[in-house]
């Protein structure tokens, strides 16, 4: 199953996208503003581009685990592209998926940032399917 994954930012949204089998997660691209029309259309389209067959939205959670003010903005996002999207979305823990990315090898600028740390978000996932 192919799956796209969101690291959702105010400013910038990674993605993330699993090949067919839903094993490697590479990162894609970063959409700037995605909460704004044009932002929400270049959204939209990359979606449309990579046909995924389920979103995966990172939930920021804090420390101890519970929905702060970050959670509620990514929840308005997620019920913005549910309304514009039929393809099946879900959250999963994002806590520690930009750190991760920030440690990954350098050379990297702050946008590809964004689309490593869906990736990393997107490797979580997937190795929960697996079991």
């Keep these: 199953m192919k799956v796209l994954a969101v690291?959702?930012?105010?400013a910038?949204?990674?993605l993330a996208v699993s090949d067919e089998t839903g094993v490697i997660a590479r990162p894609v691209?970063?959409?700037?503003r995605v909460r704004s029309e044009q932002g929400?259309?270049?959204?939209?389209?990359?979606?449309?581009?990579?046909q995924p067959e389920r979103?995966?939205?990172g939930m920021p959670l804090t420390l101890r685990g519970e929905h702060g003010s970050q959670a509620a903005e990514t929840l308005d996002f997620i019920h913005e592209l549910e309304?514009?999207?039929?393809?099946?979305i879900e959250t999963?823990?994002?806590?520690?998926?930009?750190t991760m990315a920030e440690r990954s090898p350098s050379g990297?600028?702050?946008?590809?940032?964004d689309a490593v740390a869906a990736a990393h978000l997107l490797e979580g996932y997937l190795r929960r399917l697996a079991g």
């Design 29 to 32: 691209t970063v959409v700037e």
């Design 7 to 10: 690291d959702y930012g105010r």
């Design 108 to 113: 990297q600028t702050r946008r590809t940032d």
């Design 40 to 50: 929400m259309g270049d959204m939209l389209r990359r979606i449309s581009e990579l």
């Design 55 to 57: 979103i995966v939205v």
């Design 83 to 88: 309304a514009r999207c039929p393809i099946p």
């Design 92 to 98: 999963y823990d994002e806590r520690f998926t930009t």
């Design 12 to 14: 910038r949204t990674g």
